[in-house]
Nanobody, 121 residues
Framework: QVQLVESGGGLVQPGGSLRLSCAASGSIFRIYDMRWYRQAPGKQREWVASITSAGNTNYADSEKGRFTISREYAKNTVDLQMNSLKPEDTAVYYC???????????????WGKGTPVTVSS
């Protein structure tokens, strides 16, 4: 199994910054894409940003220029630097990884339990 643990959430004022981190552990053969999602109260979970095993990054339109996703391959970690935060960024942020436990296993999605971010004055 692959365990994902997020950290770094909290309360921040509008215009402020937070850095979220996610660490993957367990029996891991290979991690492919790593992604961040978020779910605001009363809304569906939405994709925020992703980074491939080759380091290619993609962002949702509302996050372009404000958020930066990065990855440390040796440590199996992925970070999300969030700047210029807005109240509408308030949500629980989830880490996702596409990974294989063994070479012969299918690629599966794994999720963390989330870390809450509140942007409020």
């Amino acid at each position: 199994q692959v365990q994902l643990v997020e950290s770094g959430g909290g309360l921040v004022q509008p215009g402020g910054s937070l850095r979220l981190s996610c660490a993957a552990s367990g029996s891991i053969f290979r991690i492919y894409d790593m992604r961040w999602y978020r779910q605001a109260p009363g809304k569906q979970r939405e994709w925020v940003a992703s980074i491939t095993s080759a380091g290619n990054t993609n962002y949702a339109d509302s996050e372009k220029g404000r958020f930066t996703i990065s990855r440390e391959y040796a440590k199996n970690t992925v970070d999300l630097q969030m700047n210029s935060l807005k109240p509408e960024d308030t949500a629980v942020y989830y880490c996702n990884a596409r990974a294989q436990i063994r070479n012969s296993d299918p690629v599966m999605d794994y999720w963390g339990k989330g870390t809450p971010v509140t942007v409020s004055s």
